[in-house]
Each structure stands twice: as C-alpha cells, then as structure tokens.
C-alpha cells in the first residue's frame, strides 16, 4: 500500500508501506512493517495519468478522426470527430474491422498496409471510406504499430484527415492537363516548354512541320540552339522586365533555325512559370510562323 505522510519539515512524501504479522508463542500478534520513499514513482504515475489525460483531449475534440485497431485488427477505440466526418457513431464503428468500411477498390491498399503493420512499419496511405449515408470519402490516413513489452504488434494507432478537396483539385488538374497536353499535341503553332535557365523539357510534335526537328532532338537542349543568339539575349532582357514588373505574359518576333539551316521568323508568346511562392520556374512559349506575313 502507498500512503502520504509529512515529513519533518512540513512536506508531503508519499511511501510504499509493506507489512506482515507474527504469531507468538503465547498466542498475542506482532506486525512488523517497512516504509519505502516511493515519491519518484508517485509523481511518475500523476505525470503519466495527466499526459494521458491530455493526449485523450486532444484525440477525442481533434477535426481528424483518431483511432486504435487491436491485433486482429479491430476498432477498439475511435474518436468522436467520426460523426462529423462519416456520419457513424463511436458505438457503430468499434468491434468493427477497417476492411468493412474501405472501398472495394482499395482493399488491396489496406492489404498491403496491414502487412507492413504486422512487420512493425508506419504506413500512410490514401483510401476510400464508406460514409453512414452510403457514399464515399477520401481520407489521408497514417498509423504506427503499438508494441508490447516483447516488441510484439498488438495493435495500430493512427489518424485520418479528410481530402475530398485535395484529391477533386488532383483529378481536375490531371484533366486540364491532359486536355491542354492534347491541344498543344495537336496544334499547328510549336509550343515548348523550358526550365529557368532555358533548357528545353518538352516540344510540341508540330514542331517537325513547322521547323523539321524532331520533339526528341531538342530535349534537354539550350534554347539558343534553334532561336537566333541576337533574338536569344533580346527575349532575355524582355522576359527580365516583365518577371521585375510582375508580369506573367509577354510577346516578342525572333528567328528560329530549321533542321537544315534555314532562318523563319516566328512570333513567340510566353508565359512565365512560378512555383507556389511566386518564384519564376521557367515558361511555356508559343511560335506561330510569320515568315510569309
């Protein structure tokens, strides 16, 4: 047993008590005891019981949903923000198995993840949730092996935070991409595509009619190989001004060299590329022959 007592300058000491009792020869009971300072132990225990106690508060009021899987993977506790996000209750969901709540189309993700969950590993990964109304959502999901004193897997704990918006703006920037990747495929003007220092990363196939190179001559060639060197360091200058002005598009006329040595004028519409931050990142230029113009 543990109990408190007051030390001698007025602290509070918590002690580990152990007793036991003899019976003498004459019938009568004598206790004998021993006291252990178990103060360490005792603050150890109150630190622990108040980092769960918070922990458990911020997984029971977090916006993602947080949750415990035992070792045959099971529910065994999920945060209450499921209601919010799937429309099921606590009740509803614990005892119940990941693999009855995940889309049929990404049964073999949860597979392969409770495989490297059963090897110790930390696994993330995107998947489908079934909702309560029947539908699906798409979940950013992240859980790490709980291990027992052996180094056992008996469990998982982990977090899914919902992505419906995020995987929308993928699907739909996949399929602007696609369509504009066909325009450009199938455009009578050259489009290019050049990094910061003017290397050439993708080309139009028109540029075979237009000029007579093939698209795979010119990746990861410098732009001065067909564009005129006096135009080259003009389109820098003006490409300068319009990143220093924040500007975005811009147009300039310069000669570009056909495959057999030839020069045709061509007028060249850019656009600066940026990253998130704004920083330039290289452009896309389009040519348009203007030689008989």
Known sequence: LSFRWIAADGSVVWARHRARKERRSDGSVVLFGAAQDAS????????LAESELLYRLVAENAADIVFRVDASDHYEWVSPSVADRLGWRVEEVIGRSPFDLVHPDDLATLSAVGADAASGQVASYEARIRRADGGYSWFSIASRPVLDENGAVR???GGARIIDAEVEAREALVESEHLYRQLAENSLDVVYR??????????SPSITEVLGWEPRDLLGQHVSVIANPDDVARAKRVTRELIDTGGDAGQIEMRFRTKDGRWRWMRVTGRVLRDPDGVPQGGIDVLRDIQTE
């Not at 050049?194 to 080309?203: C, E, L």
């Open 194 to 203: 050049a990094d910061r220092t003017h290397h050439i990363g993708w080309v």
């Open 155 to 157: 469990g998982r704990v």
């Open 40 to 47: 360490a132990e005792a603050s150890a225990r109150a630190a």
